[in-house]
């Protein structure tokens, strides 16, 4: 694995139906860092990543609600899976709730050999095993768009 770290700028943008929409788009580390080392607000918006991110949100119609520069890791070496199941399309899609809403995400690529399937669609939450720690996981460190704590309640396949 050739680990890199990466910035990327980003905008959570929330809709009409309290959904939130994820845009990101790797930029230059020293674009990156000016933008974070910016005085305040106003500084930061004269910053080249300021600028592109108001270009951004100046051409959705929803609102964003975070926004920013996030450092990431990237694997460089990754190569594309051979299965052939192996789609981001085939996904795994789970239903949460927190402060009172329901929320959605999904995971690409769903690998149902580590899932237990009821009725050809559903996935069971508490299996013992991937998808249950992967639902602990999420429950432990996530939170709603208000930061606060979730529940997940369903976990299905998109067919």
């Known amino acids: 694995m050739a680990e890199v770290a ?9 809709d009409a139906a309290n959904r939130l929409s994820d845009w990101q788009f790797r930029i230059q580390s020293a674009s990156a ?15 080249a990543v300021g600028i592109a991110l108001d270009a951004v949100k100046a ?5 964003a609600k975070d926004y920013g520069v996030r450092y990431n890791f990237t ?16 996904k795994v899609v789970f239903g949460y709730a927190g402060s009172g809403r329901n929320f959605v ?12 399937i009821v009725g050809g669609l559903n ?7 991937a998808v ?5 996981a999420l429950e432990t460190v996530g939170s709603d768009i208000n ?8 976990a299905e396949l998109n067919d």
């Open 132 to 136: 249950e720690a992967f639902v602990d």
């Open 6 to 14: 990466a910035h990327v700028m980003y905008v959570s943008f929330l």
């Open 123 to 129: 996935v069971t939450l508490e299996d013992g095993a």
């Open 33 to 47: 860092k000016a933008y974070v080392a910016a005085a305040d607000d106003t500084a930061r918006d004269a910053t």
């Open 75 to 90: 694997d460089d070496a990754v190569v594309a899976p051979t299965d052939a199941e192996a789609l981001r399309g085939n």
């Open 105 to 116: 995400t999904s995971v690409p690529g769903r690998d149902t050999s580590v899932m237990t």
């Open 59 to 63: 051409i959705s119609l929803l609102e």
């Open 147 to 154: 930061g606060n704590s979730i529940v997940f309640q369903y």
